[in-house]
Structure formats: C-alpha cells, structure tokens
C-alpha cells in the first residue's frame, strides 16, 4: 500500500522499504505492518493527545518524570508547548516501558526504533506470521483459560518486579502469539512505586484477567490474584518464585491492611460504574 505520510519519514531514513497493510485501528493509534528487507515489523503512529480521553490525562500523567521544569510548568498550564511535551512524555512513556519491561524478559514486543512519533517494533506473529489475534477474538477451552491466565499473572508479576503497572491490560491488550499471550500497548503504563494510581490499576489489571478467563474457566472467578499480588510487593515480599494461592486472607496486624481493602472497594465501585455506563 501507499505509504501514510508520517510513515514516509521512516522510509527515508531507511527505517522501513514499504508498507504492507494497516491493523486495525485502536483508540491511540494507528498500527501498520511493515517490512525491512526480509524482515517485518509493526508501526504504531500515535494520535493527537486531544483525541484522548479525560481520565487518561489525569491518572496515567500524575508523577511521570519530566525533563525539566520549564516543560513541567508548561504541561501544568496546558500552552501549546506544554501539550507537545505531554504528548511526548505519552509516547516516550510506552517506549520507556517496553525497553524496561522486555529487557526484565517480560512477553512485550521487542521495541526496535522511535522516530518521528512512530514505535517501531516486533510483529507479534501467529504461525502463519501474519499479525496475531487478540484475546478478545480467540475462544478457549477450560485448560486454556487456565494456562494463559497463569502464564500471564506471571508476567503481571515480573512486571511489578521490574517497577511496572500495565494501567490498561484487558483480552483487548494482549494479543496470542503462536508461543503464548503476548502484552501490548503500555503508554499509560506507571511507576509502581511512585504513583499513587499504582495499586487501583494492578488491582483492576488483574481483575481483567480473572473476568475474561472466568468466562471460559469459573474456576477462576472467585480468586482474588490480585490483592494477593499487591500485598506481597507493598511488603517487599514479591518475587517472580513468590508462590501464589488466589486468596487473600488480610493479615489483621498488617498496617497497609485498610489501603488495600479501600483499593478493592474503589475497584469494584469503579466496576460497578463502568458496568452502569454500558448498560450491563
Ligand atoms: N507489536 C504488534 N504486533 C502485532 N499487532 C499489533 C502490535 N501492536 C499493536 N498491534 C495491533 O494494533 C492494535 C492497536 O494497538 P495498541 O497498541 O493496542 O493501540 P491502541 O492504543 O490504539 O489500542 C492492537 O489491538 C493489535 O491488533
Ligand atoms: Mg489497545
């Protein structure tokens, strides 16, 4: 196909040769599969930071690292210069993310390039090499929903351990590579540590997971992965070897106790509006 304009940069520089087809187009952006001599990759061209939505903004910003402070007061006050520094702290913030979480040996698309805006990456691949489903299209037998959903609280797990709450990772973000589910999509991703968003967004990450693979596999609906996960990391206790149970029994002396339980029930009454919003 002809080249998007902001893809052309690319093929000047001697990026890419050519463009092969668009994928489907998220709410972000726009993913393009390329090809570089024998190779193929995917491009993610961003969209306008206007295009986004509200609560993005507000979340997914709070204490993300800025260059300086001429840019921080700038992106405070909104002025032209101040939504062009967010709009690259957005970007950069997936770039960040996916260098940190595929050198952590985390199943995130190995980043190659950013240039111009544009994300080059690997192209996660079914075996035929063609760009993989997402969850969201795939049907699962029990043993299958099982397995991934093990095989991908592992990774939410490395993740944490290498500083790193996914903030959006749902069947609609994870994408099943001919090897197993690969994760996808990470620019709202934020600092575990710093961001006191961190244990709502691991919590309801988690609890994605548990909700899309329930619907194959009951089994997995009253687990509870998530606050078990958050309460280990807050006590240091989190390991990738750290064995997991699925229940949380809150440890009644533990000073962080009523922080997390208040963050399941912010969860679940985020839920809940959520589910009013869509009429279900
Ligand atoms: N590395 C990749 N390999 C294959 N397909 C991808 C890759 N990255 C994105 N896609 C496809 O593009 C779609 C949109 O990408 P995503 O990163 O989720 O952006 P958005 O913010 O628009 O949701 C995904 O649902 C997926 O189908
Ligand atoms: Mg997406």
Redesign the pocket.
Known sequence: MKAPKRLQALIEEGLIDSVVRQ???????Q?FVVRQGEDTF?A?IYKEATHRSFRQAVDYTENRKVKNSRQARAMAKGTRFGRQAQEEAWQSAEVDALYRLAAAGVRV?KPLNFYEGVLL?????DEAGD??P?LNDVVFSADQARQHHATLLAEVVRMLCAGVVHGDLSE??I?LAADGPVI??L?QAVDAAGNNHAARMLLRDVDNLRSFFGRFCPALLPTAYGPEIWHLYTKGMLSQDTPLTGRFVPDAHSVDLQAVLREIEDTRLEEQDRRLRMGL
């Open positions: 994928l489907m187009s998220g709410k972000e952006a993913v995917c993610k698309p990456m690997e192209l996660v691949a760009a993989a997402r609609f973000n994408l996808i999509d620019p």
